[in-house]
């Protein structure tokens, strides 16, 4: 967890300085330290909010990932779920052609990937969740999902469903899900 939210920590201030590295104590107009604001939901939530209205997408998305991180189970972390999934979206296909090695494409996915097999936790379908991530992306996207959440191993919740695709010209219209049928043994297979 640590070494998780180090690397979210370089890649945010990678791109300069956005928060100072120290606040004055006893200065109430001077601005949280990275500190304050990784110990506090309510501050990345605000520091999400500025990115975004400077449509600095790749800066929102490096807190939203730091405060999903750091706090997975804050309120905050729900409501950005949906926020991440359409920046996410925005932005796969124009950085996977630009840079099919960069963070976009690779490790992005993955987070996200993750994410949305968070919410895979009884026995419903967490449809919405699934359209918020999945729908108008393209192919490869999807069906990278589906081999993400294959892997019981990795997913134990994600790997119990089948997943029903519906596409037109490579982009996911409609997902539905049918949990997979137990598997039975055959009549007069050994035991043993």
Known sequence: MRLASSLLLALVLAGGPHLPAHAQEGCPRCPASFDEVSRSPALLWEQIERAEEKDDVGRAFRFIQLLRTLHPNAQETHRAYEMACRMFRATYVFERI???????????????????????????????????????????????????????????????????????????????????????????????
């Open 98 to 192: 630009q840079s099919p090695d960069g963070i976009w494409a690779t490790s992005d996915v993955t987070f996200m990937y993750q994410w949305l097999s968070s919410y895979f936790v009884d026995d419903e379908f967490p449809q919405e969740k699934a359209e918020q991530l999945l729908l108008d992306t393209p192919r490869a996207f999807y069906q990278g999902y589906v081999a993400f959440a294959g892997r019981p191993y990795a997913n134990p919740h994600a790997s119990q469903w089948d997943y029903e695709f519906e596409s037109d010209n490579g982009r996911l219209q409609a997902i539905t899900a049918r949990r997979k049928q137990p598997a039975t043994s055959t009549p007069g297979a050994d035991a043993s």
